[in-house]
C-alpha cells in the first residue's frame, strides 16, 4: 500500500461547521482528481466550546450542504458520517502536514492547544496557511441564521478546491 505524502488538515474552532465542510469538498476534489494515493485530507477543531469532542457536523451546515451540494452524495455523505476531533501537537509538527486555518484568531488559538513552538515551526515550514485564498477569514456561522451556513457553505466550496489545488500544484502533486 502506497503511503501518504502529503497530509492536510482544516482547522475551526470546535471542528463541527467550517473544518469538516472544508474537509469533505477536499475529499471530493482529491477523489476526483485521483488523488487519494497521493493526499490525506482530515479536520480539527481548538476548543470544545460549541459541543464535545467526538461530536457529528452542525445540523445546519448538514443542511446548508444539503442545498448547496446538490447531487453531491460524496460530500453530504462524508459531513454526514464526521466526527470532531481535537489537534495535537504531533499533528502540528509532522512536517508532511500542511494545516488550513478558517480565520486568523484560530493562529493564536492553536498556540494556546499546542504551544508557541510547533506553532512557530509550522510557520516558519509554511505549513500553516488560510482556506480563503484573498487570506480572509471564514465567518464562524454557529450563532448564525440559516442565511449565514449558507453563505459560509457557499464560500468552503468555492474556496476549498482553489486553495488545495494551489498547494497541490506548489508541492507538484498536480500541474
Given at each position: 500500500?502506497?503511503s501518504k505524502i502529503l497530509r492536510v488538515i482544516y482547522l475551526c474552532t470546535s471542528n463541527v461547521c467550517?473544518?469538516?465542510?472544508?474537509?469533505?469538498?477536499?475529499?471530493?476534489?482529491?477523489?476526483?482528481?485521483?488523488?487519494?494515493?497521493?493526499?490525506?485530507?482530515?479536520?480539527?477543531?481548538?476548543?470544545?466550546?460549541?459541543?464535545?469532542?467526538?461530536?457529528?457536523?452542525?445540523?445546519?451546515?448538514?443542511?446548508?450542504?444539503?442545498?448547496?451540494c446538490g447531487d453531491n452524495k460524496r460530500i453530504r455523505s462524508a459531513l454526514a458520517a464526521h466526527k470532531?476531533?481535537?489537534?495535537?501537537?504531533?499533528?502540528?509538527?509532522?512536517?508532511?502536514?500542511?494545516?488550513?486555518?478558517?480565520?486568523?484568531?484560530?493562529?493564536?488559538?492553536?498556540?494556546?492547544?499546542?504551544?508557541?513552538?510547533?506553532?512557530?515551526?509550522?510557520?516558519?515550514?509554511?505549513?500553516?496557511?488560510?482556506?480563503?485564498?484573498?487570506?480572509?477569514?471564514?465567518?464562524?456561522?454557529?450563532?448564525?441564521?440559516?442565511?449565514?451556513?449558507?453563505?459560509?457553505?457557499?464560500?468552503?466550496?468555492?474556496?476549498?478546491?482553489?486553495?488545495?489545488?494551489?498547494?497541490?500544484?506548489?508541492?507538484g502533486i498536480i500541474s
Open positions: 500500500m502506497t467550517r473544518s469538516p465542510m472544508a474537509q469533505a469538498v477536499a475529499e471530493d476534489f482529491i477523489e476526483a482528481n485521483g488523488l487519494a494515493e497521493s493526499v490525506e485530507v482530515s479536520s480539527r477543531g481548538l476548543t470544545d466550546r460549541y459541543s464535545d469532542w467526538g461530536s457529528g457536523a452542525e445540523p445546519r451546515m448538514l443542511a446548508a450542504a444539503n442545498v448547496r470532531s476531533r481535537l489537534l495535537s501537537e504531533a499533528e502540528l509538527r509532522d512536517p508532511g502536514t500542511i494545516l488550513f486555518l478558517v480565520t486568523r484568531q484560530h493562529e493564536s488559538w492553536t498556540r494556546d492547544v499546542v504551544g508557541s513552538s510547533a506553532l512557530e515551526e509550522a510557520k516558519r515550514d509554511g505549513r500553516l496557511r488560510m482556506l480563503h485564498s484573498g487570506e480572509r477569514d471564514v465567518a464562524d456561522p454557529y450563532f448564525g441564521d440559516e442565511e449565514l451556513y449558507q453563505q459560509v457553505c457557499s464560500e468552503i466550496i468555492r474556496e476549498t478546491p482553489m486553495t488545495l489545488a494551489g498547494l497541490l500544484q506548489e508541492r
